[in-house]
């Protein structure tokens, strides 16, 4: 049975968390027109749609703004269903050429970081593509980081890290949950 642990972030330190790493973005893109945002479904969507309008209220820079669907590029695909719900990946520009934010709610082993990268590789070749978490909670698999990271926290591979959202949860905050 899972419960609390503590809380990470409530409701007003994600949203500040979430302008500060759009700040990041916009330094390290201060050179460009446009900035190409892609949420990995399920929560790094609705975490991108802020970050990119953030982006878009702290500079002149525009973002062009995605969906990203990882499902079939899952290595542990067959361990939750033999009939997998595959939604649709909605990025409605090309990704030929141009540097990719993919953002995601929690970076873990890194293995839905790299089914990521492969979904996106499949359609197109981007000249660069960043990984934007919200919260980096170590216990790494595979060698992959985020290039932008709210928050570390360090957890215990017993805990969980649940990001909820308004979308899905009715509610906005980061908690830990504990399996007891």
């Known amino acids: 049975m899972l419960t609390v642990k503590s809380a990470i972030l409530d409701a007003q330190s994600m949203e500040r968390t979430l302008i500060r790493i759009a700040h990041q973005i916009i330094e390290k893109c201060d050179d460009r027109k446009t900035v190409s945002v892609i949420g990995i479904r399920r929560r790094g969507v609705p975490l991108a749609k802020e970050i990119a309008k953030n982006i878009e209220l702290y500079s002149d820079i525009k973002t062009e703004l995605g969906e990203l669907d990882i499902t079939l590029y899952r ?58 978490v919200l919260i980096d909670r170590g216990h790494r698999e595979l060698p992959i980081r985020g290039d932008f990271v709210g928050k570390n926290v360090p957890t215990s591979k017993k805990e969980m890290i649940s990001v909820r959202l308004p979308e899905y949860d009715g509610v906005k905050d980061v908690i830990i949950l504990e399996n007891t």
């Open 75 to 132: 290595d542990d695909l067959g361990e939750f269903s033999e009939q997998p719900t595959v939604n649709s990946t909605d990025i409605p520009f090309d990704v030929n050429g141009k540097t990719i934010i993919l953002v995601d709610d929690v970076l873990y082993t890194g293995r839905t970081a790299r089914a990521a990268i492969d979904a996106l590789i499949a359609l197109g070749r981007p000249a660069c593509i960043k990984l934007c």
